[in-house]
């Protein structure tokens, strides 16, 4: 079975720009959750989408949106980009909302943003 | 809220030696979860180990262990046998049960050599 995919796997953007970053979870996971990674710290936490309902949002100004679509894939906006903004932005599944052995979150590989 | 503290920024170990990473958090809360998980240079961020708070027997998965400390809010893992391939960023993380909440916080990483 396929992992946790997203796309692109690079991204330059200038600041001011719009970006668009995808998500698939594994098959038959309904719950996707954004974190971005700055260089040398750990992941933050974005925004948890469950069967297309956002259930959980961190500390990210608005200009971070985000939806979940019918078949469970995600995407990830950020308007009027900051060089700040610059970061590995990780996607991860999971089965569902509750921790249970079994039903841990994976994973994706990251999409790098760099904003110049 | 809850934070998530790994003090130490970079660790080595030689091959076959057995390393031990620390982390330590601050939370309020008496049933939480608490992960390891290992973020190679490929970058896909993989479990490595999870904890159940209410567990007082601490998890082991084959080379790694953990030695949970409830009271003093410690959480340090331990890798024997030390492998070449074990060399890469490990991140500390925090999951609340609480209803509602289904962010992961995460520690600023330990990065691990190992040297052959």
């Known amino acids: 079975d396929a992992g946790v995919t997203q796309s692109p796997t690079h991204l330059i953007k200038t600041r001011g720009q719009h970006v668009t970053l995808r998500c698939s979870p594994i098959?038959?996971?309904?719950?996707v959750s954004w974190y971005q990674q700055v260089l040398g710290q750990g992941p933050q936490f974005i925004f948890q989408?469950?069967?297309?309902?956002?259930?959980g949002r961190g500390n990210f100004p608005d200009r971070f949106s985000a939806r979940q679509f019918p078949n469970y894939s995600s995407e990830l906006n950020v308007n009027a980009l900051l060089l700040g903004d610059s970061a590995l932005y990780l996607c991860?599944?999971?089965?569902?909302?509750?921790?249970?052995?079994?039903?841990?979150?994976?994973f994706g590989p990251g999409t790098r943003l760099t904003v110049l | 809220a809850q934070t998530v503290t790994q003090s130490q920024p970079e660790m080595s170990v030689q091959e076959a030696e057995t390393v031990t990473l620390s982390c330590t958090y601050d939370?309020?809360?008496?049933?939480?979860?608490l992960f390891w998980y290992k973020q190679p240079p490929s970058r896909q961020m993989i479990l490595v180990i999870r904890?159940?708070?209410?567990?007082?027997q601490n998890a082991t998965e084959n080379r790694f262990s953990v030695n949970f400390q409830k009271a003093a809010k410690s959480f340090s893992l331990k890798i024997s046998d030390s492998q070449l391939g074990d060399a890469a960023m490990y991140f500390c993380?925090?999951?609340?049960?609480?209803?509602?909440?289904?962010?992961?916080?995460f520690g600023t990483g330990t990065r691990l050599k190992v040297l052959a």
């Open positions: 991860a599944s999971s089965s569902e909302l509750a921790v249970l052995p079994g039903n841990e979150q994976f």
């Open positions: 098959s038959g996971h309904k719950s």
């Open positions: 989408y469950y069967e297309k309902e956002e259930r």
């Open positions: 939370t309020s809360e008496s049933d939480y979860y």
């Open positions: 904890q159940e708070a209410y567990k007082q």
């Open positions: 993380a925090y999951r609340s049960l609480a209803s509602g909440t289904y962010k992961y916080i």
